[in-house]
């Protein structure tokens, strides 16, 4: 069925020049959740913390969300 939604917050903190520490005192949460929204090992993102990591990292959610359809992958 369709696709999925992956994170690319690595890329974005790479871009950004921002580590892991940094990031994760900005938007308020600890570095263990933070490090599994950046290794796209989440199934859901509340809104607010969407928004403080833009703000953090000066960008918008389509810098950071991507759609991947699976078809593309070699998926049925």
Do not use: I, T
């Given at each position: 069925m369709g696709g999925s939604i992956v994170l690319r917050l690595d890329r974005?903190?790479?871009?950004?020049?921002?580590?892991?520490?940094?990031?994760?005192?900005?938007?308020g949460i600890t570095?263990?959740?933070?490090?599994?929204i950046k290794n796209n090992r989440v199934s859901a993102i509340r809104f607010s913390t969407l928004a403080a990591i833009c703000?953090?990292?000066d960008c918008q959610p389509g810098d950071i969300l991507e759609y991947e359809d699976d078809a593309e992958d070699g998926g049925v």
């Open positions: 974005m903190m790479v871009e950004r020049g921002r580590s892991l520490n940094w990031l994760a005192e900005r938007v570095n263990v959740n933070l490090s599994k703000e953090a990292l």
